[in-house]
């Protein structure tokens, strides 16, 4: 499988990644950048709770089976969202980290994602909600 594209890798790659500024870095680790996604929830687009939407280039990657992920709305957060919450350190410390996120963290993203299609449910998302609430106040 190759891996990567011409344009660099789209991942994020741990707390100092160049491309983010001490603004940006203070955004994401309050989650501010999240807040947008709020209106495409408001007008019909996301849902709170649901696959987070990944970007194309690794979509492409996804096999038909894969693509199932597809079938709910796209959410703001989700189990993956939940496990992968340190993904960035992850990413940081892999020695290729955008093969890694292909290889390893996207499978097992797609794993999770597919778990929530066939499972999800009122009581459930609200579950997940509270998962969430729980691992961005222990973050801080």
């Not at 449910?121 to 973050?139: A, G, H, N, R």
Request: charged share 30%; glycine share 6%; hydrophobic share 40%.
């Amino acid at each position: 499988m190759r891996v990567g594209s011409d344009k660099g890798s789209l991942v994020t790659i741990g707390g100092q990644d160049t491309r983010i500024t001490r603004a940006g870095r203070f955004i994401r680790k309050y989650k501010l950048d999240e807040l947008p996604q709020l209106i495409n929830v408001f007008i019909g687009d996301m849902s709170i709770v649901g696959p987070r939407p990944e970007v194309r280039h690794y979509v492409n990657y996804w096999t038909p089976e894969q693509m199932h992920v597809l079938d709910v709305r796209p959410g703001i957060t989700d189990p993956a969202s939940i496990k992968f919450c340190n993904e960035n350190e992850l990413l940081e410390k892999a020695e290729d980290p955008e093969t890694y996120y292909i290889e390893v963290i996207m499978q097992e993203k797609i794993r999770l994602y597919l778990d929530y299609v066939e499972k999800h449910s009122f009581f459930y998302d609200i579950i997940l909600i509270l998962k969430t609430f729980v691992v961005i106040l222990s973050e801080r």
